[in-house]
């Protein structure tokens, strides 16, 4: 039996295949797919066409390739999935289109999955910008190897303050940090696509748009609980959390200590 390990976010997912495996042709209307295989062979059939993939050596197919694969028992592959329209952010308006095959360091993307699925157990899907956050550094990583030119690299470094548009975005954050935000508002704020908004606000906080909003949330969450009588479960509602769950979860890995001992001084 195979062993299979995925991650499914809404514009992408990820798939690692170990050990014997075999799916017959299909299509993907609507999604762009990478086949790395990291050890071993994968036998690919692209279009009626058999292709001997190496480790290393990954398959870029279009939506709508029809395509199968098989791999033997000392065999492994990754495959990410991408929705149409999400693959290349802004570099496809400019006729950004992959060769087919292309080369992978196939020890570094295995440690990437396992990054991956790491953040993914830790993710809080309630928490959407958090699930954008994680849908983004693999796309960055995904769209430098494609572009051959480091295009996950280009976003601009700024210092917080010296940039007008940046700067809207942090206040918009400060006025609305309770709220649910998403990349492409705070990204449409700053003027600057999705991918380079990211590497522009980590380079001028020094945190995710994501880690931004949680640390906000829990300097608010402090001030409340030393300064009003509010319930913990009031207070976690207030402060745009999904559940008292999951702001109890947030404030002791953070804090130290958990609500109710942060409220008494029993840190």
Known sequence: MPMYMKI?????????????????PHVHDDQFQVTIPVQGTCFFTHESKAVKLPAGEGLILHPRDRHSFHIGPDAGVIIIRVKDGCMYDQEREK???????????????????????????????????????????????????????GASEIAPRLK?????????????????????????????????????????????????????????????????????SAT?????????????SQFF???AKQVGATPEQYRSGTR
Do not use: C
């Not at 700053?190 to 949330?217: D, E, N, W």
């Open 160 to 228: 917080t303050g010296t940039d007008t548009h940046l700067s809207r975005v942090l206040e918009y954050i400060h006025a609305h940090f309770t709220e649910e935000l998403s990349v492409d508002l705070l990204a449409a704020l700053a003027r600057q696509s999705r991918f380079h908004f990211i590497r522009s606000f980590k380079s001028a906080t020094g945190q995710t748009p994501y880690q931004y909003v949680l640390q906000l949330r829990i300097g608010k969450a402090k001030e409340l609980l030393q300064r009003s």
């Open 232 to 244: 913990v479960t009031d207070i976690s509602f207030a402060l745009g959390f999904s559940s008292p």
């Open 8 to 24: 499914i976010l809404p514009q992408l997912e990820l798939h690692k295949i170990e050990s014997t495996f075999e799916n017959t």
């Open 249 to 251: 979860r947030i404030f």
């Open 95 to 149: 006729g950004f289109d992959p060769a087919l095959r292309q080369q992978f360091d196939p020890v570094a993307w295995t440690m990437l999955f396992r990054h991956w699925i790491t953040g993914m157990l830790a993710l809080d899907h309630s928490e959407k910008l958090a699930e954008e956050e994680l849908e983004l550094q693999v796309l960055a990583h995904l769209q430098r190897l494609l572009s051959g030119s």
